[in-house]
Nanobody, 125 residues
Framework: QVQLVESGGGSVQAGGSLRLSCAAS????????MAWFRQVPGKVREGVAA???????YYADSVKGRFTISQDNAKNTLYLQMNSLKPEDTAMYYC???????????????????WGQGTQVTVSS
């Protein structure tokens, strides 16, 4: 059974940094397309970044140049390094995975099968 467990969220001031982790079990993370999403109550879940099995990355325009997605295959763990954080980055962040190529709609939540429970990120001004 596929399981995704996020960690690393917290509270930080604007301009600060956080690194989120997503530990995967039940499959090999290197064989899947994996992504980070975020959601604010009352709003649609937003794709933040995706990482495919050959290392290609995809980013939402709102985070390009500030966030970096990466994967450690040996640890079966996905990361999201978030720098220059802004108050508008405040959200619940979710890790997601799917068993097919990232080139098809990589930042759209309905295309993902597996989800973690989320980790809260709060950025104060």
């Amino acid at each position: 059974q596929v399981q995704l467990v996020e960690s690393g969220g917290g509270s930080v001031q604007a301009g600060g940094s956080l690194r989120l982790s997503c530990a995967a079990s039940g499959y090999s993370a290197s064989s899947y397309c994996m992504a980070w999403f975020r959601q604010v109550p009352g709003k649609v879940r937003e794709g933040v970044a995706a990482f495919n099995r050959i290392g290609t990355t995809y980013y939402a325009d709102s985070v390009k140049g500030r966030f970096t997605i990466s994967q450690d295959n040996a640890k079966n763990t996905l990361y999201l390094q978030m720098n220059s954080l802004k108050p508008e980055d405040t959200a619940m962040y979710y890790c997601a995975a799917r068993a097919y190529r990232c080139t098809y709609r990589p930042l759209e939540s309905p295309t993902y099968n597996y989800w973690g429970q989320g980790t809260q990120v709060t950025v104060s001004s």
